[in-house]
């Protein structure tokens, strides 16, 4: 890839609502899978013309936590099935397009006091089961424990395609970085030099404690002689409190114009980042300003 550097997508789910999708809670970005799956298309579509070089198939919100039991068990698999072929679909308009599965938090975005073992490593391997056919690359997104990572990757760990874990960082600690359970990103990047993965990311938190998490990750690789990708795509939101309720309401957005957050990706990229993309909130304006930056790199 030119410049060493990979351009992901945006969040899907504010994305689908710009565009017109049928979108509500609980069911959130599942809606559009389960009533209008044209949406999901037409929305990977936009990041794809934007210069996203990778999409991440729109299955985070096909688990129990959105979608309700009784849904999940009779309709989960085949709605992150479906995630996965519409986004291999969207992938063949273009030549340097990849798909990336999706491994969601299980029990709700943020909370890792939430966070059940056995009965997330049940819903990764079918998550992981109904994408499999359809993706290039795995991303584990919004990790909020080292408790969560450790399930992922156990059962990522019979996977041949490569696998990415993004982490969910405590919004107010931005000199320290912290997932969102107070545990160091230096724990976590030690972990993730002692396994297969090809890559470590942060994501789904405030541009603002990116910088850092970079830098540290950055460093135990170099320390540890493991070259793994590092990588951010940050949210638009207002710091999220730890007792929030990911199913209750729209989260508060903030205004992080395309050239507010091209300024962050900058500084990500001098300190060794080498894929940026977006989160919620981040949109195809902002993709297409990272890929504008992207192709006129030296």
């Known amino acids: 890839m030119n410049n060493n550097l990979c351009i992901i997508d945006g969040g899907m789910g504010r994305e689908l609502q710009d565009i017109g999708a049928p979108f509500s809670q609980p069911l959130w970005s599942a809606q559009a899978l389960i009533e209008a799956p044209e949406f999901v298309s037409m929305a990977h579509q936009n990041f794809v013309n934007a210069g996203a070089q990778i999409i991440i198939a ?7 936590f959105h979608l309700g039991e009784a849904r999940y068990q009779r309709d989960g698999a085949k709605l992150a099935t479906l995630a996965a072929k519409i986004a291999r679909q969207v992938s063949l308009t273009s030549t340097h397009v990849r798909v990336a599965g999706a491994i969601p938090p299980a029990f709700g975005s943020y909370r890792p006091d939430l966070f059940d073992a056995q009965q997330a490593a049940k819903i990764c391997l079918t998550l992981i089961n109904a994408q499999a056919p359809y993706v290039d690359l795995w991303i584990a997104e919004t990790i909020s424990s080292v408790a969560e990572y450790d399930v992922i990757s156990t059962a990522l760990g019979g996977n041949e395609k490569p696998s990415y874990y993004a982490f969910s960082l405590d919004d107010t600690s931005p000199t ?17 030099c002692s396994s297969q993965a090809q890559g470590i990311l942060f994501n789904c938190s405030v541009p603002e404690v990116m910088l850092q998490a970079v830098k540290v990750a950055k460093q135990i690789c170099q320390q540890q002689n493991r070259l793994i990708e590092v990588g951010v795509y940050a949210n638009n939101f207002m710091p999220i409190d730890t007792d929030h309720e990911a199913n209750q309401d729209l989260q508060l957005m903030r205004e992080l114009s395309p050239q507010d957050y091209l300024n962050y990706a900058k500084r990500w990229y001098e300190a060794g980042a080498t894929i940026i993309g977006g989160c919620c909130g981040i949109g195809p304006s902002h993709i297409q300003a990272l890929a504008q930056w992207k192709s006129q790199l030296t």
């Open 58 to 64: 729109n299955s985070y919100a096909c688990v129990p």
């Open 176 to 192: 320290r970085p912290l997932l969102r359970s107070g545990e160091s990103v230096e724990l976590v990047c030690r972990r993730i």
